[in-house]
T-cell receptor
Framework: ETGVTQSPTHLIKTRGQQVTLRCSSQ?????VSWYQQALGQGPQFIFQ???????GRGNFPPRFSGLQFPNYSSELNVNALELDDSALYLC?????????????FGQGTRLTVV | QQQVKQSPQSLIVQKGGISIINCAYE??????FPWYQQFPGKGPALLIA?????SEKKEGRFTISFNKSAKQFSLHIMDSQPGDSATYFC?????????????FGQGTRLTINP
């Protein structure tokens, strides 16, 4: 186990609703990244938070937003849900600025939009 | 230029055989190349990683071979076991003062027949 925990594990939402996913990073890690993994695909980078600030963003619209808290846990918020947002959402924690670059993933939150 | 191309899409190997998965990249700014293993319903787990200053790294039954001039790297699983049956992703991270963004390949579904 990586020590990265995500909640909830599964979620069903209706199109147009909003959702918040949560992630607790591994002890000592100050950087959290979020990824979207569609069925049968590799994870796609959404954004990263380092010391409570957004530190890079992938090709996702502004309705995907996030937060990082002083204890380095993080939230991913998605507004105006669309059917294509159905995916496994993964959180990864790492030590920002570290030469090691190792990133450890949580088990993911399976979001289904109906 | 940010893509990482992975092959094959699926692979079947007999128990005790060698499993080989290949990846290629274009962006010469990539400087860290991890491999992840993912079981159904779980997040990706870091297996092994390499930097471009070495041509090979071995950890137990897993070996990464890296060819900087060809911009290719591969994962070799020796003495493959049924428990190795999973989806494998190669990834790469660009040198950046910003986000440690992982760019993933499309994945290889590996099946080890007993």
């Amino acid at each position: 186990e990586t020590g990265v925990t995500q909640s909830p594990t599964h979620l069903i939402k209706t199109r147009g609703q909003q959702v918040t996913l949560r992630c607790s990073s591994q002890s000592g890690h100050n950087t959290v990244s979020w990824y979207q993994q569609a069925l049968g695909q590799g994870p796609q980078f959404i954004f990263q938070y380092y010391r409570e600030e957004e530190n890079g963003r992938g090709n996702f619209p502004p309705r995907f937003s996030g937060l990082q808290f002083p204890n380095y846990s993080s939230e991913l918020n998605v507004n105006a849900l669309e059917l294509d947002d159905s995916a496994l959402y993964l959180c990864a924690s790492s030590l920002g600025g570290s030469y090691s670059r190792e990133a450890f993933f949580g088990q993911g939150t399976r979001l289904t939009v109906v | 230029q940010q893509q990482v191309k992975q092959s094959p899409q699926s692979l079947i190997v007999q128990k005790g055989g060698i499993s080989i998965i290949n990846c290629a990249y274009e962006n010469t700014a990539f400087d860290y190349f991890p491999w992840y293993q993912q079981f159904p319903g779980k997040g990706p787990a870091l297996l092994i990683a390499i930097r471009p200053d070495v041509s090979e790294k071995k950890e137990g039954r897993f070996t990464i071979s890296f060819n900087k001039s060809a911009k290719q790297f591969s994962l070799h699983i020796m003495d493959s076991q049924p428990g190795d049956s999973a989806t494998y992703f190669c990834a790469a991270t660009p040198v950046s003062s910003g986000a440690q963004k992982l760019v993933f390949g499309q994945g290889t579904r590996l099946t080890i027949n007993p």
